[in-house]
């Protein structure tokens, strides 16, 4: 019987790659490095688009001459560049960031290719949170005017993620345990919210509604320095365990016996990954399919080493956002769509592919 040797992809290897390992590796990391410069440029180009593009269309001339001499610009043209468009376009990047590594790590750690920081209730939290305070019109006077609702969101999502930990630790880290409450968190959480938008006023109901799309309309500078500094604390902590992430791939068994605790690794992962759901949730509301889709683009691309995993499902997160938020200002001209509705429709047919695709595989 011939032996069968697999590939770092998973796919079974050639005689001639088993004989060269050295030359199937250069080739290997030849082709992530090429993929993450493709991945990196479109990022760039679909952040100046993003900028661009809006009610009061800009050259690139303009768009450079503002961005890089801001004080020769004129003022319009500077508060419609830095205050309004740079902010959007900067937090659409961070939150497909932030959703895509979440949406990647936690497929790995619950080895379900249908996770998603939703599974968890996160977001269904967060909404709730929101609607919490946008139903009753709370203020907070320790917090800046129009943040009283990203607080209230964000805190109802952290809280939903403390009720988690100590689920994970009652069942001893279940992939099972933890997927089956995250569905029930949903369920119960959407069902909060419909009980909100009952008595709600018709301001309030507009409101709630609104903000459950998923929009990036109130970004802000405040709100982009919050999320990057969240984002470059926890994002290094996902990096040095990829290794045992990847490991992971090879079955919780075989993990193990590196010594590498199953249990642990797996309720640090879903605090962190909530961690950064939570904020971006709150901040922007509810955009679904990101954290979902971005892992398989990725893991197509890029392999399962989740050295270069990882990073490609942040940065195919911010490409996702990225080019949602510029549809969403081009599809209707003079319309600001909600981007989460962007995403949905855009994200539909992408996942219907990646489970047409591996079923083709099976």
């Given at each position: 019987?011939?032996?069968?040797?697999?590939?770092e992809?998973?796919a079974?290897?050639?005689?001639?790659t088993?004989?060269d390992?050295?030359r199937a590796?250069r080739?290997?990391m030849r082709r992530?490095m090429?993929?993450t410069l493709?991945?990196?440029a479109?990022?760039?180009?679909?952040l100046l688009?993003?900028i661009?593009?809006?009610?009061?269309?800009?050259?690139l001339h303009?768009l450079?001459?503002?961005?890089l001499?801001?004080?020769?610009?004129?003022?319009?043209?500077?508060?419609v560049v830095?205050?309004?468009?740079l902010p959007?376009a900067?937090m659409?990047l961070?939150?497909?960031?932030c959703l895509?590594?979440?949406?990647?790590?936690?497929q790995t750690?619950?080895?379900n290719?249908l996770?998603?920081?939703?599974?968890l209730?996160?977001?269904?939290?967060?909404a709730?949170g929101?609607?919490?305070?946008?139903?009753?019109?709370?203020?907070?006077?320790?917090l800046?005017a129009g943040?009283?609702?990203?607080?209230?969101a964000?805190?109802?999502?952290l809280?939903?993620?403390?009720v988690?930990?100590?689920v994970a630790?009652w069942?001893g880290?279940?992939t099972?345990?933890v997927?089956?409450f995250g569905i029930?968190?949903v369920?119960?959480?959407?069902?909060?919210?419909?009980l909100?938008?009952f008595?709600?006023?018709?301001?309030?109901?507009?409101?709630?509604v609104?903000?459950t799309m998923?929009s990036?309309?109130r970004?802000?500078?405040?709100?982009v320095?919050?999320?990057?500094v969240?984002?470059i604390l926890v994002?290094?902590f996902?990096?040095?365990?990829a290794?045992?992430?990847?490991a992971?791939?090879?079955?919780?068994?075989r993990?193990?016996?590196?010594?590498?605790d199953?249990?642990?690794l797996?309720l640090?992962s879903l605090?962190?990954?909530?961690?950064l759901?939570?904020?971006s949730?709150?901040f922007v509301g509810t955009?679904g399919?990101?954290g979902?889709?971005?892992p398989?683009?990725?893991?197509?691309?890029?392999?399962?080493d989740?050295?270069?995993?990882?990073?490609?499902?942040a940065m195919?997160?911010?490409?996702?956002?990225?080019?949602?938020?510029?549809?969403s200002?081009?599809?209707?001209?003079?319309v600001?769509?909600p981007?989460g509705?962007?995403?949905s429709?855009?994200g539909i047919?992408?996942f219907l592919?990646?489970v047409l695709?591996r079923l083709?595989?099976e």
């Amino acid at each position: 019987m011939s032996a069968v040797y697999l590939s770092e992809e998973g796919a079974a290897a050639s005689p001639e790659t088993v004989a060269d390992p050295v030359r199937a590796y250069r080739r290997s990391m030849r082709r992530r490095m090429a993929f993450t410069l493709v991945l990196l440029a479109l990022i760039a180009a679909s952040l100046l688009l993003d900028i661009a593009t809006g009610p009061a269309g800009l050259s690139l001339h303009d768009l450079f001459a503002t961005l890089l001499h801001a004080e020769g610009a004129a003022p319009g043209m500077r508060v419609v560049v830095w205050e309004f468009r740079l902010p959007t376009a900067l937090m659409a990047l961070l939150v497909g960031m932030c959703l895509g590594l979440g949406g990647g790590e936690m497929q790995t750690v619950l080895d379900n290719p249908l996770a998603s920081p939703y599974t968890l209730g996160i977001s269904a939290a967060a909404a709730f949170g929101a609607a919490l305070a946008i139903t009753f019109n709370w203020r907070f006077p320790a917090l800046p005017a129009g943040m009283t609702v990203s607080a209230c969101a964000c805190a109802a999502a952290l809280l939903s993620v403390l009720v988690l930990e100590r689920v994970a630790r009652w069942r001893g880290g279940s992939t099972l345990g933890v997927i089956l409450f995250g569905i029930a968190l949903v369920y119960s959480f959407q069902a909060l919210i419909m009980l909100l938008q009952f008595v709600a006023s018709e301001e309030a109901l507009q409101g709630i509604v609104f903000w459950t799309m998923g929009s990036l309309a109130r970004a802000s500078w405040t709100t982009v320095a919050i999320l990057a500094v969240a984002f470059i604390l926890v994002a290094p902590f996902s990096l040095h365990d990829a290794w045992k992430l990847t490991a992971v791939r090879l079955g919780e068994e075989r993990a193990a016996s590196f010594g590498i605790d199953m249990a642990r690794l797996r309720l640090v992962s879903l605090l962190r990954i909530s961690a950064l759901a939570a904020l971006s949730v709150s901040f922007v509301g509810t955009i679904g399919f990101v954290g979902l889709v971005a892992p398989h683009i990725a893991r197509l691309l890029l392999g399962e080493d989740h050295r270069y995993y990882l990073p490609g499902s942040a940065m195919a997160g911010a490409l996702i956002i990225s080019l949602a938020s510029v549809a969403s200002k081009t599809i209707l001209p003079g319309v600001l769509i909600p981007v989460g509705i962007v995403t949905s429709l855009v994200g539909i047919p992408l996942f219907l592919a990646i489970v047409l695709r591996r079923l083709r595989r099976e």
